[in-house]
């Protein structure tokens, strides 16, 4: 019984250093603050790394997070590719549980939930639905991502669709566009005008299709392994 209690106490103790190194925000508070979880309506402008460089805590929100105008809003000035490797959830300033909504959220976030983009976002990962009036680059996406522009990512598992096309290194899933094109493997269907896809387990409709075994008009297909070559030593 005494173990017990000396193993609470252990806990409790624990629990309140560890609290000591956050604030709790309710109902609405500022994603700028240092180590804050804020539950409810959380509010700013732009990433806070991006006004204060040293200010790299990780900010929480569950519920709704607000970023006006945010730096996607400059979505269409970015370089060819924002996508970098993968996901560095290490790095992140803001996560989000529930819906983030922006001009455009441009940084190292992560969203459990939705994000939409009035322009652009680039996003470190999404569980869930991200929505954006012109692209998403997103480094690792699971769920949907629907855009005008396009849909970029390293890394993706789900629906990807958009107007003109659909780019990723490793995709699970449908892509809807009128150009897709996975870089380094794909499983899953491709729908559109050109479909590209290395190392591909699936299925590509369109005007014109290419797999590492073929390339086919209007449908095209490869199911078996990718063979490798053993070198004769």
């Given at each position: 019984?005494?173990?017990?209690?000396?193993?609470?106490i252990?806990?409790?103790?624990?629990?309140?250093?560890?609290?000591?190194?956050?604030k709790?925000?309710?109902p609405?508070?500022?994603?700028?603050?240092?180590?804050?979880?804020?539950?409810?309506?959380?509010?700013?402008?732009v990433?806070?790394?991006?006004?204060?460089?040293?200010?790299?805590?990780?900010?929480r929100?569950?519920?709704?997070?607000?970023e006006?105008p945010?730096?996607g809003?400059?979505?269409f000035?970015?370089?060819?590719?924002?996508?970098?490797?993968g996901?560095?959830?290490?790095?992140?300033?803001d996560?989000v549980?529930g819906?983030?909504?922006s001009?455009?959220?441009?940084?190292?976030i992560a969203?459990?939930?939705?994000?939409?983009?009035?322009?652009?976002?680039?996003?470190?990962?999404?569980?869930g639905?991200?929505?954006?009036?012109?692209?998403n680059?997103?480094e690792?996406?699971?769920?949907i991502?629907?855009?005008?522009?396009?849909?970029?990512?390293?890394?993706?598992?789900?629906i990807?669709a958009?107007v003109l096309?659909?780019q990723t290194y490793?995709?699970?899933?449908?892509?809807?566009?009128?150009i897709?094109d996975?870089?380094?493997?794909?499983?899953?269907?491709?729908?559109?005008?050109?479909?590209?896809s290395?190392?591909?387990?699936?299925?590509?409709?369109?005007?014109?299709?290419?797999?590492?075994?073929?390339?086919?008009?209007?449908?095209?297909?490869q199911?078996?392994?990718?063979?490798?070559k053993?070198?004769?030593?």
């Amino acid at each position: 019984m005494k173990n017990r209690i000396l193993i609470i106490i252990v806990l409790l103790i624990s629990i309140s250093v560890v609290g000591q190194n956050r604030k709790t925000y309710f109902p609405a508070w500022t994603f700028h603050s240092s180590n804050s979880d804020i539950i409810g309506l959380s509010l700013g402008v732009v990433p806070k790394d991006f006004l204060n460089e040293n200010n790299t805590t990780l900010t929480r929100s569950y519920g709704f997070r607000l970023e006006a105008p945010g730096l996607g809003v400059f979505y269409f000035m970015a370089p060819s590719t924002l996508i970098s490797g993968g996901a560095d959830m290490k790095s992140l300033t803001d996560h989000v549980y529930g819906i983030n909504i922006s001009g455009g959220s441009i940084g190292d976030i992560a969203v459990d939930g939705i994000s939409g983009a009035l322009m652009g976002q680039y996003l470190q990962r999404v569980n869930g639905i991200a929505f954006a009036g012109i692209g998403n680059s997103i480094e690792e996406q699971r769920g949907i991502s629907l855009s005008i522009y396009g849909n970029e990512m390293y890394e993706g598992f789900g629906i990807s669709a958009s107007v003109l096309g659909n780019q990723t290194y490793y995709y699970t899933g449908v892509q809807i566009g009128a150009i897709n094109d996975i870089e380094v493997k794909g499983v899953g269907l491709q729908i559109g005008l050109f479909n590209k896809s290395t190392d591909h387990r699936g299925i590509q409709i369109g005007l014109w299709n290419k797999n590492e075994k073929r390339s086919l008009p209007f449908i095209n297909w490869q199911f078996s392994k990718k063979k490798t070559k053993i070198k004769e030593s």
